[in-house]
């Protein structure tokens, strides 16, 4: 079935890094858009950042740019998000889906807690 499984969360300090990972199974990876979205508590989830299929063009939240990097390993069927100057309002649970159409189900995604 259409799968992502998103991993790479924790705990980290303000100004610290982390390095998120999203598995897709059950398409061909090169052939979609990916993107990362996000929600915090008490808050909706929000798009983060999204990776073209083609021509790998990438996009970020406002609130992100300059600090975040997304990646795409089609060969690893592996999309990445490298989270560095982390900030505690990027607090949230991080989620990955396709882009266009969206896969239907959403995995529990990983959460990212920062905090000193």
């Known amino acids: 079935q259409l799968q992502l499984v998103e991993s790479g969360g924790g705990l980290v300090q303000p100004g610290g890094s982390l390095r998120l990972s999203c598995a897709a199974s059950?398409?061909?990876?090169?052939?979609?858009?990916i993107g990362w979205f996000r929600q915090a508590p008490g808050k909706e989830r929000e798009g983060v950042s999204c990776?073209?299929?083609?021509?790998?063009?990438?996009y970020y939240a406002d609130s992100v740019k300059g600090r975040f990097t997304i990646s795409r390993d089609n060969a690893k069927k592996t999309v990445y998000l490298q989270m560095n100057s982390l900030k505690p309002e990027d607090t949230a649970v991080y989620y990955c889906n396709r882009v266009q159409p969206y896969v239907g189900s959403w995995g529990q995604g990983t959460q990212v807690t920062v905090s000193s």
């Open positions: 990776i073209s299929s083609l021509d790998a063009n990438t």
């Open positions: 059950g398409f061909t990876l090169d052939y979609y858009a």
